[in-house]
Protein backbone atom coordinates (compact mmCIF):
# COMPACT_ATOMS: atom_id res chain seq x y z
CA UNK A 1 0.00 0.00 0.00
CA UNK A 2 1.92 3.25 -0.93
CA UNK A 3 2.02 5.93 1.09
CA UNK A 4 1.78 10.01 0.54
CA UNK A 5 4.45 11.98 0.88
CA UNK A 6 4.35 15.82 2.57
CA UNK A 7 4.44 18.03 0.23
CA UNK A 8 7.51 20.36 -0.81
CA UNK A 9 7.79 23.48 -1.84
CA UNK A 10 9.95 24.86 -4.97
CA UNK A 11 12.77 26.60 -5.10
CA UNK A 12 13.32 29.97 -6.55
CA UNK A 13 15.28 30.95 -8.92
CA UNK A 14 16.13 34.08 -7.48
CA UNK A 15 16.60 32.70 -3.94
CA UNK A 16 20.00 32.64 -2.55
CA UNK A 17 22.88 29.94 -2.43
CA UNK A 18 23.15 28.94 1.60
CA UNK A 19 26.60 29.17 2.37
CA UNK A 20 28.43 26.87 4.04
CA UNK A 21 29.23 27.57 7.57
CA UNK A 22 32.35 28.12 9.30
CA UNK A 23 35.18 25.82 9.98
CA UNK A 24 34.17 25.44 13.82
CA UNK A 25 30.55 25.69 13.90
CA UNK A 26 27.45 23.60 13.64
CA UNK A 27 24.97 24.07 11.03
CA UNK A 28 21.40 25.58 12.18
CA UNK A 29 18.87 22.69 11.89
CA UNK A 30 16.20 23.72 9.60
CA UNK A 31 12.38 24.41 11.54
CA UNK A 32 11.05 21.04 10.99
CA UNK A 33 7.25 21.22 9.36
CA UNK A 34 4.33 19.07 11.16
CA UNK A 35 3.05 16.53 8.36
CA UNK A 36 0.04 17.19 9.93
CA UNK A 37 0.15 21.16 8.80
CA UNK A 38 1.01 20.24 5.37
CA UNK A 39 -2.33 17.49 4.96
CA UNK A 40 -5.16 18.42 2.94
CA UNK A 41 -8.14 18.56 4.55
CA UNK A 42 -9.52 15.34 2.69
CA UNK A 43 -9.50 11.92 4.36
CA UNK A 44 -8.57 8.67 2.66
CA UNK A 45 -12.12 7.80 2.19
CA UNK A 46 -12.59 10.82 -0.39
CA UNK A 47 -10.02 8.95 -2.39
CA UNK A 48 -10.56 6.36 -5.00
CA UNK A 49 -8.63 3.56 -4.69
CA UNK A 50 -8.45 3.05 -8.54
CA UNK A 51 -6.45 5.05 -9.66
CA UNK A 52 -6.26 3.99 -13.15
CA UNK A 53 -6.95 6.22 -16.67
CA UNK A 54 -10.54 5.12 -16.68
CA UNK A 55 -11.03 3.74 -12.86
CA UNK A 56 -12.22 0.67 -14.27
CA UNK A 57 -11.45 -2.77 -13.24
CA UNK A 58 -9.87 -5.22 -15.80
CA UNK A 59 -12.74 -7.59 -16.86
CA UNK A 60 -10.12 -10.56 -16.78
CA UNK A 61 -9.62 -9.99 -13.17
CA UNK A 62 -13.19 -9.54 -12.49
CA UNK A 63 -14.71 -12.81 -14.41
CA UNK A 64 -11.79 -14.95 -12.19
CA UNK A 65 -13.01 -13.27 -9.15
CA UNK A 66 -16.75 -13.68 -10.17
CA UNK A 67 -15.66 -17.33 -10.78
CA UNK A 68 -13.65 -18.42 -7.89
CA UNK A 69 -16.35 -17.42 -5.24
CA UNK A 70 -19.17 -19.34 -7.27
CA UNK A 71 -17.18 -22.26 -7.23
CA UNK A 72 -16.19 -21.73 -3.41
CA UNK A 73 -19.78 -21.33 -2.76
CA UNK A 74 -21.05 -24.48 -4.67
CA UNK A 75 -18.81 -26.81 -2.64
CA UNK A 76 -21.11 -28.91 -0.12
CA UNK A 77 -24.45 -27.08 -1.21
CA UNK A 78 -27.55 -29.11 -1.14
CA UNK A 79 -29.04 -27.42 -3.72
CA UNK A 80 -29.98 -24.28 -5.88
CA UNK A 81 -31.18 -22.83 -3.60
CA UNK A 82 -28.58 -23.20 -1.13
CA UNK A 83 -25.96 -21.89 -3.72
CA UNK A 84 -28.20 -18.84 -4.39
CA UNK A 85 -27.87 -18.45 -0.57
CA UNK A 86 -24.37 -18.20 0.01
CA UNK A 87 -23.89 -16.04 -3.09
CA UNK A 88 -26.36 -13.32 -0.69
CA UNK A 89 -24.32 -14.13 2.23
CA UNK A 90 -20.69 -13.44 0.23
CA UNK A 91 -22.44 -9.94 -1.21
CA UNK A 92 -24.46 -9.14 2.19
CA UNK A 93 -21.48 -7.69 3.99
CA UNK A 94 -19.98 -5.90 1.16
CA UNK A 95 -23.54 -3.80 1.04
CA UNK A 96 -22.77 -2.38 4.57
CA UNK A 97 -19.79 -1.08 3.83
CA UNK A 98 -20.62 0.31 0.51
CA UNK A 99 -23.26 1.60 2.12
CA UNK A 100 -21.56 3.87 4.62
CA UNK A 101 -18.39 4.35 1.75
CA UNK A 102 -20.84 6.20 -1.11
CA UNK A 103 -23.10 8.46 1.84
CA UNK A 104 -19.70 9.87 2.64
CA UNK A 105 -18.50 10.31 -0.64
CA UNK A 106 -21.34 12.02 -2.58
CA UNK A 107 -24.18 14.04 -1.88
CA UNK A 108 -27.24 12.00 -2.09
CA UNK A 109 -30.56 13.31 -2.30
CA UNK A 110 -31.73 13.42 1.32
CA UNK A 111 -29.10 15.43 1.81
CA UNK A 112 -27.41 18.91 0.18
CA UNK A 113 -23.96 18.31 1.05
CA UNK A 114 -21.46 15.78 0.72
CA UNK A 115 -20.20 16.24 4.84
CA UNK A 116 -20.02 12.74 6.42
CA UNK A 117 -21.74 14.71 8.99
CA UNK A 118 -24.68 15.84 6.98
CA UNK A 119 -24.85 12.74 5.05
CA UNK A 120 -27.75 10.69 6.74
CA UNK A 121 -29.76 7.84 5.97
CA UNK A 122 -32.84 7.56 4.37
CA UNK A 123 -36.03 7.88 6.04
CA UNK A 124 -38.61 6.84 3.19
CA UNK A 125 -38.47 3.87 0.64
CA UNK A 126 -37.88 5.88 -2.65
CA UNK A 127 -35.39 7.74 -1.48
CA UNK A 128 -33.60 4.62 -0.85
CA UNK A 129 -34.07 3.00 -3.78
CA UNK A 130 -33.32 5.28 -5.99
CA UNK A 131 -30.21 5.70 -4.11
CA UNK A 132 -29.67 2.09 -4.49
CA UNK A 133 -30.68 2.12 -8.32
CA UNK A 134 -28.73 4.94 -9.71
CA UNK A 135 -25.42 5.29 -7.00
CA UNK A 136 -24.82 2.33 -6.01
CA UNK A 137 -25.34 0.56 -9.36
CA UNK A 138 -23.40 3.08 -11.12
CA UNK A 139 -20.48 2.40 -8.48
CA UNK A 140 -20.57 -1.02 -8.92
CA UNK A 141 -21.69 -1.55 -12.77
CA UNK A 142 -20.76 1.81 -14.31
CA UNK A 143 -24.50 2.45 -15.21
CA UNK A 144 -27.96 2.50 -13.48
CA UNK A 145 -30.31 0.21 -13.25
CA UNK A 146 -32.87 0.19 -15.87
CA UNK A 147 -36.25 -0.03 -14.02
CA UNK A 148 -37.51 0.52 -10.65
CA UNK A 149 -40.77 -1.03 -10.07
CA UNK A 150 -43.62 -1.48 -7.56
CA UNK A 151 -45.47 -4.61 -7.32
CA UNK A 152 -49.56 -4.23 -7.94
CA UNK A 153 -50.46 -7.18 -5.85
CA UNK A 154 -48.02 -6.86 -2.58
CA UNK A 155 -47.37 -3.18 -1.73
CA UNK A 156 -44.44 -3.95 0.28
CA UNK A 157 -42.58 -5.93 -2.49
CA UNK A 158 -40.49 -3.53 -5.20
CA UNK A 159 -38.33 -4.25 -8.28
CA UNK A 160 -35.34 -3.48 -9.61
CA UNK A 161 -34.35 -4.66 -13.48
CA UNK A 162 -31.19 -4.79 -14.96
CA UNK A 163 -31.73 -6.34 -18.76
CA UNK A 164 -27.99 -7.42 -19.03
CA UNK A 165 -26.45 -8.29 -15.54
CA UNK A 166 -22.82 -7.90 -14.96
CA UNK A 167 -22.33 -10.63 -12.38
CA UNK A 168 -23.65 -13.39 -15.00
CA UNK A 169 -21.93 -12.02 -18.12
CA UNK A 170 -19.02 -14.78 -17.74
CA UNK A 171 -20.80 -17.64 -15.80
CA UNK A 172 -21.70 -20.64 -17.92
CA UNK A 173 -24.92 -22.15 -15.90
CA UNK A 174 -25.34 -26.12 -17.08
CA UNK A 175 -28.69 -27.10 -18.35
CA UNK A 176 -29.53 -28.96 -14.96
CA UNK A 177 -29.07 -25.61 -13.15
CA UNK A 178 -31.09 -23.84 -15.42
CA UNK A 179 -33.03 -22.05 -12.38
CA UNK A 180 -29.81 -20.77 -10.97
CA UNK A 181 -28.94 -16.55 -10.79
CA UNK A 182 -25.58 -16.06 -9.77
CA UNK A 183 -26.95 -12.36 -9.44
CA UNK A 184 -28.01 -13.40 -5.94
CA UNK A 185 -24.46 -12.06 -5.04
CA UNK A 186 -25.67 -8.81 -6.22
CA UNK A 187 -28.81 -8.61 -4.17
CA UNK A 188 -27.21 -9.87 -1.17
CA UNK A 189 -25.35 -6.35 -1.53
CA UNK A 190 -28.52 -4.64 -1.87
CA UNK A 191 -30.34 -6.46 0.99
CA UNK A 192 -27.32 -5.30 3.01
CA UNK A 193 -27.52 -1.40 2.47
CA UNK A 194 -31.59 -2.09 3.18
CA UNK A 195 -30.41 -3.42 6.51
CA UNK A 196 -27.87 -0.75 7.03
CA UNK A 197 -30.33 2.04 6.59
CA UNK A 198 -33.16 0.05 8.60
CA UNK A 199 -35.51 -1.02 6.12
CA UNK A 200 -34.75 -4.69 6.61
CA UNK A 201 -36.18 -6.88 3.87
CA UNK A 202 -35.00 -9.74 1.72
CA UNK A 203 -33.51 -9.36 -1.57
CA UNK A 204 -33.90 -12.51 -4.42
CA UNK A 205 -32.45 -12.59 -7.72
CA UNK A 206 -34.87 -13.58 -10.49
CA UNK A 207 -34.44 -14.22 -14.35
CA UNK A 208 -37.27 -12.88 -16.80
CA UNK A 209 -38.32 -15.76 -18.83
CA UNK A 210 -40.59 -16.00 -21.80
CA UNK A 211 -43.23 -17.21 -19.75
CA UNK A 212 -42.77 -14.54 -17.09
CA UNK A 213 -42.89 -11.27 -19.77
CA UNK A 214 -46.47 -11.85 -20.93
CA UNK A 215 -46.97 -10.58 -24.91
CA UNK A 216 -44.16 -10.26 -26.88
CA UNK A 217 -42.24 -12.46 -24.68
CA UNK A 218 -40.20 -14.31 -27.35
CA UNK A 219 -39.31 -10.90 -28.90
CA UNK A 220 -38.15 -9.30 -25.04
CA UNK A 221 -36.02 -12.74 -24.40
CA UNK A 222 -34.17 -12.59 -27.77
CA UNK A 223 -33.00 -9.29 -26.60
CA UNK A 224 -32.31 -9.66 -23.22
CA UNK A 225 -31.82 -13.21 -22.52
CA UNK A 226 -29.63 -12.42 -18.88
CA UNK A 227 -32.96 -10.15 -17.95
CA UNK A 228 -33.24 -10.08 -14.03
CA UNK A 229 -35.56 -8.80 -11.40
CA UNK A 230 -34.35 -7.98 -8.13
CA UNK A 231 -37.41 -8.11 -5.69
CA UNK A 232 -37.40 -6.54 -2.54
CA UNK A 233 -39.77 -7.81 -0.07
CA UNK A 234 -39.62 -5.49 3.41
CA UNK A 235 -40.87 -6.53 6.80
CA UNK A 236 -44.02 -6.09 8.07
CA UNK A 237 -42.84 -3.16 10.47
CA UNK A 238 -41.42 -1.24 7.49
CA UNK A 239 -44.16 -1.15 5.59
CA UNK A 240 -46.13 0.10 8.89
CA UNK A 241 -43.48 2.76 9.56
CA UNK A 242 -43.72 4.05 5.91
CA UNK A 243 -47.16 4.44 6.36
CA UNK A 244 -46.99 6.78 9.41
CA UNK A 245 -44.59 8.86 7.79
CA UNK A 246 -46.64 9.41 5.02
CA UNK A 247 -49.50 10.68 6.99
CA UNK A 248 -47.12 12.93 8.86
CA UNK A 249 -46.17 14.64 5.61
Not at 60 to 75: D, H, K, N, P
Amino acid sequence: MSTSLPASRPISQNAPLQQHPQQGTLPTRPQSVSARQLSTKKNIYDRNLNKTRTAELSRASFAYLIGEMVTYAQRRVTGIADLEKRLNNQGYPLGLKLLDLLLYRSPTPFSSTSSAANNLRPTRVLPLLQFISTTLWKHLFGRPADALERSQDNKDEYMITDNEPVVNTYISVPKEMSQLNCAAYAAGIVEGVCDGCGFYARVSAHTVGEEDSGAGAKEGSQMWPGKTVFLIKFTEEVMEREEILSRGK
